[in-house]
């Protein structure tokens, strides 16, 4: 017969399973410090040995690491997907800004439907309070930190749509672009035109997922990541210009 005697799970067991979902979640997140030792085994309820164990197996697995004098962190697991060589390759043609963008059009349209159809009531609040942020970031004319939030509000998105393997290969995607790989966000919110613009479409995807409108807050993802699209070709087109244009006032000038 193919059963057997029902044990008792090891506790040291469950604190590693409950750690595993908080990082699958993308609750716990990649450099993410844990709280200390006593304060860990108080909230969750066990030993010091036991959380020691656990902590022991999960640094085993590659998911926490220990810094000296620090502490327990999430390991920084994001951008493994892509060796070295390849991001250089991403970071050097051209080509690769554009298939990222497609990509992310894909991938943030489709999560943005599933947001809208799957997402708590508090993942669209977490929506909603980063967006606050994001106006008021734009009023103060802080476009540093809008850029930051805009991250943010994509990254939420993501996260409303409650799937795992999507959400921890998006997050290693906009590691590498906030590594610059792709393309400098924050030249996109330079100019105040531009800045306006994004906001006003990022306020349309709020309010499609607010009202839980999945088409329409799929439309309007991609309708914004098209944007960023044209954007892009416009800022290479005018780089380009302005080499050709400094080659004909060299020539003219006489200092060729």
């Not at 051209?94 to 497609?102: I, P, Q, R, T, W």
């Not at 997402?119 to 930190?145: C, P, W, Y």
């Amino acid at each position: 017969m193919p059963f057997q005697k029902v044990q008792t799970e090891k506790l040291s067991l469950a604190v590693v399973r409950q750690i595993e979902l908080l990082i699958l979640r993308g609750i716990l997140r990649p450099g993410e410090r844990l709280p200390s030792e006593r304060e860990l085994a108080d909230r969750m309820s066990v030993s010091r040995p036991s959380l020691r164990e656990a902590i022991s197996e999960l640094q085993e697995q590659g998911l926490l690491t220990a810094k000296a004098g620090s502490g327990i962190y999430v390991a920084e697991v994001l951008g493994s997907a892509f060796s070295p060589a390849l991001i250089q390759l991403f970071s050097s043609h051209d080509e690769a800004v554009f298939d990222y963008l497609s990509f992310r059009r894909d991938m943030e349209g489709l999560a943005a439907e599933r947001a809208a159809r799957l997402g708590s009531d508090s993942d669209l609040k977490v929506i909603q309070t980063i967006f606050e942020k994001m106006t008021a970031a734009h009023d103060r004319n802080a476009a540093e930190e809008e850029a930051h939030l805009d991250a943010q509000f994509h990254m939420a998105i993501i996260e409303a749509s409650h799937n795992v393997v999507m959400l921890h290969m998006m997050r290693s995607m906009f590691d590498l672009l906030r590594q610059g790989v792709f393309y400098n966000r924050q030249m996109m919110f330079q100019q105040r035109t531009t800045r306006d613009s994004i906001l006003d479409q990022h306020r349309a995807i709020n309010s499609a997922l607010q009202a839980r409108d999945p088409q329409g807050a799929r439309r309007a993802v991609q309708q914004h990541l098209s944007f960023v699209e044209r954007c892009m070709e416009d800022q290479q087109k005018a780089l380009r210009n302005e080499t050709i244009a400094q080659q004909r006032l060299a020539h003219e000038t006489g200092q060729n």
